[in-house]
């Protein structure tokens, strides 16, 4: 369940549709050329802030600004010790010189202001294209002296939204699998791995997790044993209002791979209840249940379109599991309907869509483990982005595209990764919660949960 924080934007963004236009940074761009970022010391708004309490939390807002804005990888933030500029400047053109920042090549300048009323910390935020000698946001931000990082995540997704043109993922987070002794559970960590948090407590084996479209519930599956000692995968739902997981259905076999719908009004998942494991869609109010494949092979691992027409899946009905995708509403009719994306490779997994819906990126077992790739839609443009290091699994975007999650051995255990789409910059995001895997990112959040 979303936390409500206090939390007032008091200033409106002084940036207008015609120039956002010209100052978006083309994501695949920066990846070449990194925007050059200058993030001077916050200023202190009021008389004795410069000490104590005040000043730690000052320190920490600033600093949460600035590791958000070095995760994305679109930027280059100088080091202070190259700043020119004195520290009696103020936060408005009038009141500094923008050739202090032309003169060691800063692209977008960074201003901050900061004061405390009470429980209250008031934020001031501007951003400056440092070339066009222009303002590009000004913003006034009020929180709570207690959320700090609430008040740092919400101003760094400001930058980042007006110089890409995207939300930011400061708000988002990582549902994965995690094992220590013989059980798997379900944790959450935020966007960066940080603050993880065990969400089940099973003892058993709990894995494929899947966020609901508002980010307030996780479908996974659980290997369960009933009171005859028969096994069953089962699905289940966790509520984060509640704490508690519910069953979702327990039908006879496999119950498992859920991924819902973009409306949130389905959940796809692979069901064996009629023999052979197919994709159904499951209508979590209702419990009613649609096939949508039928083949002699295996069907798992859906994963819908951004416009929840369509749904890829792996599948060996040509005796090797590979990628195929198919039209939702066909299928409900013609389950065989589907067509084949991937040719290649001995064993392909675990197909995710890109926000934009232009790419899919899966992993596939190349010799002898798995690595990642992109393709198009239509199966074209294929692309490898790991190679020679461990095996890497479990694809999943992030909700501005610019990073895939996904698993990796490459260290010894498995843990949680990221890496930009181009392949180029990875960072681990896991430590010390034992083997972690099947990572999924959260839906777009514009507040903490």
């Given at each position: 369940m979303r936390r409500t924080p206090f939390f007032v934007v008091l200033g409106l963004t002084l940036l207008n549709t015609a120039l956002a236009g010209q100052i978006y940074i083309p994501v695949g761009e920066a990846r070449v050329k990194k925007s050059v970022v200058a993030f001077p010391d916050t200023k202190y708004m009021s008389a004795g802030m410069d000490a104590g309490d005040s000043k730690g939390l000052a320190r920490l807002v600033r600093e949460t600004i600035g590791n958000d804005l070095a995760f994305t990888n679109l930027f280059t933030m100088q080091d202070r010790s190259a700043f020119i500029e004195k520290g009696d400047a103020g936060l408005t053109l009038e009141t500094f010189r923008i050739s202090d920042w032309t003169t060691i090549g800063?692209?977008?300048?960074?201003?901050?202001g900061i004061s405390f009323t009470g429980e209250n910390i008031s934020y001031e935020m501007r951003l400056y294209d440092v070339l066009g000698a222009k303002q590009i946001v000004g913003?006034?931000?009020?929180?709570?002296?207690?959320?700090?990082?609430?008040?740092?995540?919400?101003?760094?997704?400001?930058i980042v939204t007006a110089l890409t043109g995207k939300p930011g993922i400061f708000f988002t987070k990582i549902a994965m699998v995690c094992k220590k002794g013989h059980s798997?559970?379900?944790?959450?960590?935020?966007?960066?791995?940080?603050?993880?948090k065990q969400l089940t407590s099973h003892?058993?084996?709990?894995?494929?997790?899947a966020w609901s479209t508002d980010n307030r519930k996780i479908a996974y599956s659980l290997y369960t044993k009933n009171s005859h000692n028969i096994k069953n995968i089962d699905l289940y739902e966790y509520d984060f209002g509640t704490h508690r997981s519910k069953l979702l259905s327990n039908r006879k076999g496999i119950n498992s791979g859920a991924a819902y719908s973009p409306d949130g009004r389905?959940?796809?998942?692979?069901?064996?209840?009629?023999?052979?494991?197919?994709?159904?869609?499951?209508?979590?109010?209702?419990?009613e249940v649609t096939r949508l494949t039928k083949s002699l092979g295996t069907d798992v691992d859906p994963a819908w379109s951004p416009d929840g027409k369509r749904i890829a899946f792996v599948s060996t009905r040509s005796n090797q599991p590979m990628v195929y995708v198919g039209d939702v509403e066909t299928m409900k009719t013609a389950p065989s309907s589907a067509s084949r994306l991937t040719f290649a490779g001995k064993?392909?997994?675990t197909p995710t869509w890109s926000p934009d819906g232009r790419k899919i990126a899966f992993a596939s077992i190349n010799d002898s483990r798995f690595d990642l790739f992109l393709m198009g839609t239509d199966g074209t443009n294929l692309e490898r982005l790991?190679?020679?290091?461990?095996s890497n699994e479990d694809p999943h975007f992030s909700p501005d595209g610019n990073f895939i999650a996904f698993s990796s051995n490459r260290a010894g255990q498995k843990n949680v990764y990221v890496i930009t789409v181009?392949?180029?910059?990875t960072k681990r995001l896991t430590f010390g919660l034992g083997e972690c895997e099947a990572p999924k990112w959260s839906w777009p959040a514009a507040a903490a949960f």
């Open positions: 800063t692209e977008f300048l960074v201003k901050t913003k006034r931000y009020v929180a709570k002296q207690a959320e700090p990082k609430v008040l740092a995540h919400s101003v760094a997704n400001d798997k559970e379900i944790w959450v960590t935020d966007f960066d791995g940080s603050n993880p003892g058993t084996l709990a894995f494929a997790p389905h959940v796809a998942l692979t069901m064996s209840f009629l023999g052979n494991p197919d994709i159904f869609l499951l209508d979590p109010v209702s419990k064993y392909n997994a790991t190679k020679d290091e461990g181009d392949g180029k910059f």
